[in-house]
Structures are given as structure tokens and as C-alpha cells.
């Protein structure tokens, strides 16, 4: 019999935050094994539990909740999108110009495959939340990845950014706050990027989903907020500021130079209806949670448990020899670094799988998020201080014996 292949248009697509190593993690609860999880930004399943007033709110109007709605989402949850949109300074925004998803990564798909044609390219931070990249290979593009600059604190390097730009490149993503370095990007930067989409006639997708994880006191800009003749699409979503990944509700906001934009928003509303509407429970969330007090300041407060966490896991991951880390401004992740000279990794995937099954604890690897060297991984700290004092001491153990390798 003829064997059944996958298509041509994922030979390239990788997503492996979902990957073998997650297949094997699996495998070993099936055998009945233990294993910490630092590998998914998921709050729920570590006792994030969602705010009380959405959820109450969710029940008590799910009898509305049966049929599809409007194909861009129900008008109140736009309209409370759009007030949103005003709080963050980003002029110019209608009800009109919102497309609710199922997710955030419904719409980033959705994004890519209205606006590419075969053999376009799509600047796309490196490391990035590999999501993008997919999208981006998914759509019949090619992802160019620019420098994201430990050195700086994991900004985005323009004259990287400069370098790769060519005839085909359509647009720029951008990841702010970002996963999975943490890093959260000065106005000064997000300045240099308009500049650069302005020259080139780029479109910007921000995908600014971690907007309220926000540490230090730190403040977020939206990079919508500082040009008007540039195109934008904002992403952003309930999943980590409300802690409720599972409602599936995010949107996409088209702002600034629409005019030029009338046939790519076309394409956006077309895929939007083919889908006819985004989950609508989860949509019925979204009024309370942009109105209401419950986000998620008091986690990320300075003794806020998220804060916590991420002191700790910081803390315990620079003390391990050939370790460094940039400590995260924002989100829910560390990406450390192992120094190539302690910790000559040929294959970080199997780095990670042999910790998994040496020490049960799930990491994902760093060229994961689409990173060229095999010398960085990525921490979620999301698991309560005991989860995450043995998950790290753990770490740090396996790491000793592969120094004495
Ligand atoms: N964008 C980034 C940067 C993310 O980290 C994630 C999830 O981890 C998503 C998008 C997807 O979010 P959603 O749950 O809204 O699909």
C-alpha cells in the first residue's frame, strides 16, 4: 500500500516546544515517572488559578453562548478590545479593526497566511517563540531570522535587522515582552524598528501577549502607540495575563496606515469568516477581563509569587558553574546560557532528553526558538518553590556530572 505522507507545506514547519522530547516526557508518566515541568507556559496546571469574576461571569452567560458569532467576534468583547487599545495609546483603533481568534495562535497563522506569497520573507527575531517561525513556513514564506543580542540584554539588533531585509521581505515580528529571553524592549528600540518598517514599506506584527507580566515596575509600550503611517498588527490575548490559556481567546488589532492595507485587511476578514467565529465561551470572558481589577499585578508585585519564583530560579541557575543568565523584565521565562567551554554541546535536544531521563525534569532545548547554537535553554518558573528549588538542584547535578564527563 502507497504510504500516507503529510503535505509538502510542513516538510519545514517545527514546533518543538510539542515535540519529541515532550513524546518522551510522556512515555516516562505512562511508566509511572515523576517528572518536573518547566517546559510550557501554561499557568492553570501550577495552581494560577483564573480570577473569580471571569469565571463566574463565563458561567452565568453561557446560556448566549451557543451559537456562532459575528465571524471577527462579538461586539462587546471588541468594543472592550478597543478600550484596551486606547488604555495602550494606539490612536485610531474601531470596533471594526479587531479579529478575535482562538488564541493568539489561531490569528498569528491566520496573519501569515492571508499576507504571504511563495518565496516572501518575514523578519522574525532570533530566538523566537517558534509559533512564528511556523506560520511564517506554513504560509509558503521564509523566516529571516535577526539577532536578538544577549549582550544587550536580548534586544533586537537594527543593523542585523538592516542587513536582512531584501525585495521580498513583507514584514517584521516583533516579541515584546518577549519569550522566551524576558526581555522587555526600550522605546528607543521599538523607535529604530518603525523607522526601518517606515523605510522599507514593512508591516509590523506585534505579538504582545505577555504585556501585563511586567516585573521591577517595569511599564510596556506598544510599538503601535508611536507611529501612525506604519501598518500594524498588535496581538494580544487572555492566556498569560489572565491566566486562562485554555479559554482560547486572543485578538489581533490592525492599526496605523490602513489605508495602503485595504486588500491584506480584506484577506484577514476573509480568513476570518472561513473559520466562521472564535470559541465563544472564551470570548465571553474577554469584556469582564479587560474591564475588570483582576490581572495579574499582584503575582508579578515584588512579593507577588511570579516575582518570586523568578528571583529564585535566577538566583539558583547563575550559581551553577558555566552557567549565565540574563534576569527576565517581564514573562514567564529565563533562557540561560551554558558556556560552550564548561559544556561542549554538540545536540542540544539531546542535552535535554538525557536531563529528562537522568534527572525527570523537562526543559525545552534553545535551538527550539529557532537559536543557531546548542548552548542555551529555556526555564519556565511557573512551578511552585519547592518544585522549582529540586527542579534547579536537580539541573545542577546533572550539569556537575557532565563537567566531569
Ligand atoms: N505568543 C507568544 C509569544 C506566546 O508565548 C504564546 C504562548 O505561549 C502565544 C503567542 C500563544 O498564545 P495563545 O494562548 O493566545 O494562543
Redesign the pocket.
Known amino acids: 500500500m502507497q504510504p500516507i505522507s503529510k503535505s509538502n507545506k510542513l516538510q519545514n514547519v517545527c514546533y518543538d516546544i510539542r515535540g519529541p522530547v515532550l513524546d518522551r516526557a510522556r512515555k516516562m508518566e505512562e511508566e509511572g515517572h515523576r517528572i518536573i515541568k518547566l517546559n510550557i507556559?501554561n499557568p492553570a496546571p501550577f495552581g494560577f488559578d483564573a480570577p473569580e469574576e471571569i469565571l463566574q461571569d463565563v458561567i452565568r452567560n453561557m446560556d448566549s453562548a451557543s451559537g456562532y458569532s459575528d465571524s471577527k467576534g462579538l461586539f462587546a468583547a471588541r468594543k472592550a478590545i478597543m478600550h484596551y487599545t486606547q488604555e495602550k495609546n494606539i490612536r485610531g483603533v474601531t470596533v471594526d479593526d479587531i479579529i478575535i481568534g482562538n488564541?493568539?495562535?489561531?490569528l498569528?497563522v491566520l496573519a501569515m497566511q492571508a499576507l504571504l506569497n511563495n518565496g516572501d520573507q518575514m523578519l522574525v527575531p532570533m530566538p523566537d517563540?517558534p509559533?512564528w517561525t511556523a506560520a511564517v513556513t506554513l504560509a509558503g514564506g521564509t523566516a529571516r531570522h535577526y539577532l536578538c543580542d544577549e549582550q544587550t540584554g536580548w534586544l533586537p539588533d537594527l543593523k542585523d535587522i538592516e542587513n536582512k531585509i531584501t525585495a521580498n521581505t513583507r514584514g517584521i515580528v516583533l516579541?515584546n515582552p518577549n519569550?522566551p529571553t524576558g526581555a522587555l524592549y526600550p522605546d528607543d528600540t521599538l523607535r529604530g524598528i518603525i523607522e526601518i518598517a517606515r523605510h522599507h514599506g514593512l508591516v509590523v506584527f506585534a505579538?504582545e501577549?505577555?504585556d501585563k507580566v511586567l516585573y521591577d515596575g517595569n511599564k510596556h509600550t506598544s510599538i503601535a502607540s508611536l507611529a501612525d503611517d506604519v501598518l500594524f498588527v498588535t496581538?494580544n490575548?487572555l492566556?498569560?495575563n489572565y491566566r486562562t490559556?485554555g479559554y482560547?481567546a486572543?485578538w489581533m488589532v490592525i492599526s496605523g496606515e490602513k489605508r495602503h492595507a485595504k486588500d491584506y485587511i480584506e484577506g484577514l476578514n476573509m480568513l476570518a469568516s472561513m473559520r466562521l467565529c472564535a470559541n465563544v465561551p472564551g470570548q465571553l470572558a474577554i469584556q469582564t477581563a479587560l474591564g475588570g481589577y483582576q490581572s495579574i499585578d499582584d503575582l508579578v508585585a515584588p512579593n507577588g509569587r511570579l516575582c518570586k519564583q523568578r528571583d529564585l530560579a535566577h538566583k539558583m541557575l547563575t550559581e551553577i558553574p558555566g552557567v549565565s543568565c540574563i534576569k527576565p523584565k517581564a514573562s514567564l521565562y529565563l533562557f540561560p546560557r551554558l558556556d560552550p567551554k564548561v559544556y561542549p554541546i554538540e545536540d542540544d535536544q539531546q542535552f535535554i532528553l538525557e536531563l529528562l531521563q537522568e534527572e525527570k525534569v523537562l526543559l525545552v532545548q534553545g535551538t527550539g526558538f529557532n537559536w543557531k547554537a546548542s548552548d542555551h535553554f529555556r526555564v519556565v518558573f511557573l512551578p511552585n518553590v519547592d518544585d522549582l528549588t529540586e527542579a534547579i538542584s536537580r539541573i545542577a547535578r546533572f550539569l556537575e556530572n557532565y563537567r566531569k564527563k
Open positions: 507556559g488564541g493568539v495562535s489561531e498569528i517563540y509559533l516579541i519569550n505579538d501577549i505577555y496581538f490575548g492566556s498569560k490559556c482560547r486572543g
